[in-house]
């Protein structure tokens, strides 16, 4: 497993600075030229993170106005932090250790720092809450999943429960409200090949060997909805859902399964009935089993 590269600039708030590379090659004089047309912000805000010394080389040189474009070159840039809508839950810490911090992850808060999101983040705001300026998430749950994400409390620790997923000796219980289809035999492994493209809002199904391997059990019936208690084997990005769409039964509030629904940045309702709930391992630095419960519960929409 290749370390991540440290940035020369210092964490900001619990933010790390980004880390781009330049192109092989290109018209542009100097840094600022290249910034000014790669970055999605007005010339004048690259004019101030220059002057500000918010942008440096690999080896922790200043750049600033002047500084000659370098091909192939590394640099490190603290981000001007977006305009963000307040996401109104909290993170709750469920265990924090010398090594390991289990938190419970609200709906609508994404796990790390990405595109619109930054600072209304779990890693973010759980650095500045508990002073862990290395805190980083051993894995991640999707913006609009809630429950279990385990975080390192430091570098040193990271690789070590990393690999604990990589390995899959992980057991993870997710439960899910959807549809309830008295046909469909249950309990059932579903396996397929899942396939998710960069800046493609889905994921999809294709022919093929499958990746991707999740277990589907009922547990309650309520109606026409059902909770489902769901293993999956593997970690596909969005599987569970795409799994439980392809089987007729869309998660309940889903916004991507199975057809994308439009929703304001500011409308926190009707969240995705995705929980995970429970996680066990056998903790590879103190050798102690370790089972952890999320708190929270999926709530039953309204009847309609």
Do not use: C
């Amino acid at each position: 497993m290749r370390r991540k590269p440290r940035s020369p600039l210092p964490q900001q708030d619990g933010l790390d600075a980004v880390r781009l590379r330049t192109p092989g090659s290109g018209p542009w004089a100097t840094v600022r030229d290249h910034l000014v047309e790669r970055l999605p912000v007005p010339a004048v805000e690259v004019d101030r993170m220059l002057a500000e010394r918010r942008v440096a080389a690999h080896d922790g040189t200043v750049v600033d106005g002047g500084t000659p474009f370098s091909p192939g070159s590394v640099l490190w840039m603290r981000r001007e932090l977006p305009a963000e809508i307040p996401v109104p839950f909290e993170v709750e810490v469920l265990h924090r250790d010398e090594h390991l911090v289990v938190v419970d992850k609200p709906h609508f808060l994404a796990t790390t720092p990405r595109g619109g999101h930054v600072a209304e983040t779990a890693l973010v705001r759980l650095r500045r809450s508990l002073g862990l300026p290395e805190l980083s998430p051993v894995h991640r749950l999707d913006r609009p999943t809630a429950g279990l994400v385990l975080f390192t409390a430091h570098a040193g620790a990271r690789r070590d429960y990393q690999l604990l997923f990589q390995h899959r000796e992980v057991r993870k219980e997710y439960e899910a409200i959807a549809p309830h289809d008295p046909e469909l035999a249950l309990p059932r492994v579903v396996r397929s090949k899942i396939v998710k493209e960069r800046g493609v809002l889905q994921a999809r199904e294709e022919p093929g060997q499958p990746n991707a391997e999740t277990r589907v059990e009922l547990a309650e019936r309520r109606g026409g909805l059902a909770r489902y208690r769901l293993l999956p084997a593997t970690g596909r990005t969005h599987q569970l859902r795409v799994h439980l769409a392809a089987l007729g039964l869309p998660i309940v509030g889903d916004d991507l399964y199975p057809r994308v629904r439009e929703r304001a940045a500011d409308d926190f309702t009707d969240p995705l009935r995705l929980l995970a709930k429970e996680l066990r391992f056998t903790d590879p630095v103190s050798g102690l089993p370790r089972h952890f419960t999320s708190r929270r519960a999926l709530e039953w929409p309204e009847p309609r």
